[in-house]
């Protein structure tokens, strides 16, 4: 219910870098906004939001990310409300194919009925163990898939325990080891 100004904090380890971070009062987000918003309204809180931002910023950002949980509850359905792309990171595991076409199915629904603008743009496959046989399978199916053969990118985010040990000392992965 507040300005997108009023609580974006800039990163104190990367200049022209800032975000507006998640907290424990996004876990009653979703029952506020089905609660307090006919159904229309309730789906476009932060288009809304970002739109107000970017009307009264004197600088304004070159993109904005809008990271989501792996679900299609209220807050991500306004966050493909409110985006242009999406980008999928694809954990090289068997359930996320699985869980890639509900995904698909999902904006296939936001495209038609709230967002016609919204494009799956890139595929980024994460969490690959090249000493596995799974992962190389799971990179090989996404990779051989005429959809996403275009999109998905060459690179790949190792699996690294890095990853897992720089929030805890309140560091970015790249802060923290950037190799």
Known sequence: GVDLATVIHSSPSMRNLYCVPASIDLAGAEMELFANFDAQDRNFK??????????????????????????LGLLTVNAFSAANEVL?????????L?????LLKNINLIQKALNPNLVLSTILLTMYD????????????????????????NTVIPRSVKVSEAPSYSKTVITYDGS
């Open 46 to 71: 932060l288009r809304q939001a970002i739109g107000k931002f970017m009307a009264e910023a004197t600088v304004k950002p070159d993109y904005i990310f809008i990271d989501c949980p792996p679900s």
């Open 88 to 96: 999928i990171p694809i954990q090289c595991e068997y359930y996320a």
């Open 98 to 102: 699985e869980g890639l076409s509900q």
């Open 130 to 153: 090249s000493r596995t046989r799974l992962a190389a399978q799971v990179a090989e199916d996404v990779r051989s898939h005429p959809l996403f053969t275009p999109i998905t990118l």
